[in-house]
C-alpha cells in the first residue's frame, strides 16, 4: 500500500506544483513537507486534509490519503438510492425534469450513466442492444460505431472534443479506468489538431441526425456545490440545449 509521502508527492506532481509552490499555498514549510514525502513524518489528520484541499484531491481520493496516514476516512460513500440521499434525488430529478424537452443525463466519474429525462433518447434510440445493457458508458456510446457515432454530423469534431474532455480528466485524477477507456476509444492514428470551429459557433454543437432531421445541440456541465458525499461528488449533470431555431423547434415537437 503506498505511503502518505508517496501519494502526496504523486499529487504534487500531478498538479504541475513544486514543494515550494505547495508550500506557499499551503503554508506548510517545505523542510515538513520534505519529511512527509520521504517518510520521516505523518502529518495531522487535518494537515492531511489541509494538503488535499490545496492540492483539489477528488474526495474518494481524500479518503485514501487519510487512510495512507493511519486514519479512518471521513468523507461517506453512499448510493443515490440511501435514505440520506433523498433531497439529493429530488434535485436531480427536477434538474432533469425542469430541462424538457432538451436533453440531459446524469453520469458519475467512468462516464456511467446515472439517469436522463425522457429527450434524451435522441442519443439512445438506434445504438446496438449490448451498448445499451446497463451499466450504459455514455462515453463508449458517444464514439462507439454501432452507438451515436453514426449519427453525427460533425464526428471527428466532437471526438476531439470528448477525447480532450477526458485526457484532461485523467490528467486531474490519474484514475486508471478512464486511462482504459481513452486507450480503447482513442483512434489508433496519432491525432492532429483538433477541428477549427465554424465562425458563428459559440460552442462547439454536437449535429446529430435523428429521424429525417439533424439537431444541432450544445452543452453545459453541472455539479454540486461543496458535497461531503463521494457519489455526489462524482456526479455531472450534463444538459443540452438547441443551438438553433430548428432543433429547439424539433425537441419540442417531439412525442
Known sequence: MPTIGTLLREWRHRRGLS????????GVSTRYLSTVETGRSTPSRQLVLHLADQL??????????LVAA?????????????????????????ILDAHL??????????????????AARVFLDGAAADLLVPPVNMLRLGLHPDGLAPRIANVDQVRAGLLGRLR???????????SALHDELA??????????????????????????TEL??????????????????????????PADDHTAAALRALP
Open 216 to 241: 444541432a445541440l450544445f452543452g453545459t456541465l453541472t455539479m454540486f456545490g461543496t458535497p461531503q458525499d463521494v457519489t455526489l461528488d462524482e456526479l455531472v449533470v450534463e444538459l443540452y440545449y
Open 187 to 212: 483512434p489508433d492514428a496519432p491525432t492532429g489538431p483538433p477541428p477549427v470551429p465554424a465562425p458563428h459557433d459559440i460552442t462547439m454543437p454536437i449535429r446529430i441526425r435523428y429521424g429525417t
Open 168 to 178: 484532461r480528466q485523467i490528467a486531474a485524477t490519474g484514475d486508471p479506468v478512464l
Open 70 to 94: 493511519g486514519y479512518a476516512p471521513v468523507y461517506r460513500h453512499r448510493t443515490l438510492d440511501d435514505a440520506d440521499m433523498a433531497a439529493a434525488r429530488t434535485a436531480l430529478r427536477r
Open 101 to 118: 424537452p432538451y436533453p440531459a443525463v446524469v453520469v458519475d466519474r467512468h462516464w456511467t450513466l446515472v439517469d436522463s429525462n425522457a
Open 19 to 26: 514543494q515550494l509552490a505547495l508550500s506557499e499555498l499551503s
Open 56 to 65: 483539489s484531491v477528488p474526495l474518494r481520493e481524500r479518503n485514501a490519503l
